[in-house]
């Protein structure tokens, strides 16, 4: 299974959503080791984790962070949607299925979208500030980018957004009901990202607690009014 997904091959769509930047560029593992020989004169990019239940607003927040400050928003969800989505993907079902039941796709599969989207956005964009939204959620997650890329990263801080799951699940449920198209925002995949977000994700923030750097927000005002303890975060 490693070595498959070794070969993953993504390709990540070049456009202007929220305030991303995409870059068009199709990968393998072969291409990968390549710009991974490219990227010795890459800046090291800095990193803030964005971390928070399923629809406590991590997503609507980054896009505000874009806006002022001139990050590059990466969401490891949308990544995932993006390569399930993939014609010819052979991740495709694996990814479904992991969303649909809200459990953690294994890591080797994250971590090399993450790291392509990284490699080729600062390759083009020259921007090296990245917002990686809804990772790492899980011990899997946590140890893979320990091992994968974190002495090649600046982990700045990790943002975790505050909301009770019952505000959170009605945010989901009105995302869906207004046409999101995702295959998790129903009550019974809902139920399933709770118990992971709550058994699997808490201990990761737990961990970066314990590192201090954990910066919490009270993600139950209004989405200015988050901002306003968000811009606080990022002005130095
Ligand atoms: N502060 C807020 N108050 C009310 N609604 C909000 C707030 N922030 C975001 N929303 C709405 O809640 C829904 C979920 O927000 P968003 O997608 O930003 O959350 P998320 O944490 O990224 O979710 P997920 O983890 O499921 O991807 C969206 O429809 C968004 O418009
Ligand atoms: O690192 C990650 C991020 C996400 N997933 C899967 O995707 C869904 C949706 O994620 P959102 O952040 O809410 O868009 C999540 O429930 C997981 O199934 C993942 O496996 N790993």
């Known amino acids: 299974m490693l070595d498959n997904l070794l070969r993953l091959s993504s390709v990540i769509g070049r456009f202007a959503q929220k305030g991303q930047v995409r870059i068009l560029s199709k990968l393998s593992v072969e291409n990968s080791a390549k710009s991974c020989r490219g990227k010795m004169s890459l800046p090291k990019p800095n990193i803030v984790f964005v971390l928070g239940a399923p629809g406590s607003g991590k997503g609507t927040q980054c896009e505000k962070i874009v806006k002022n400050f001139g990050y590059v928003h990466l969401s490891a969800g949308d990544l995932l949607r993006e390569e399930r989505s993939r014609e010819g993907s052979e991740y495709g079902e694996l990814i479904e299925n992991y969303i649909r039941n809200g459990k953690i796709v294994p890591v080797d599969v994250t971590c090399a979208l993450l790291e392509n989207a990284m490699t080729q956005n600062m390759k083009v964009s020259g921007k090296d500030s990245f917002l990686i939204d809804g990772f790492p959620r899980n011990q899997d997650n946590l140890d893979g980018w320990q091992r994968r890329m974190s002495e090649k990263v600046n982990l700045k801080f990790v943002i975790v957004f505050n909301c009770p ?3 959170c699940v009605e945010r989901c449920i009105n995302r869906g009901k207004s046409g999101s198209n995702r295959s998790d925002d129903n009550i019974e995949s809902l139920k399933k990202r709770f118990d ?9 923030i737990n961990h970066y607690k314990e590192q201090n750097l954990v910066r919490e927000v009270d993600a139950t005002k209004n989405p200015d009014e988050v901002f306003e303890d968000v811009k606080v975060l990022f002005a130095d």
């Open 196 to 204: 992971t977000f709550i058994n699997d994700s808490l201990p990761i």
């Open 165 to 167: 799951e019952d505000a």
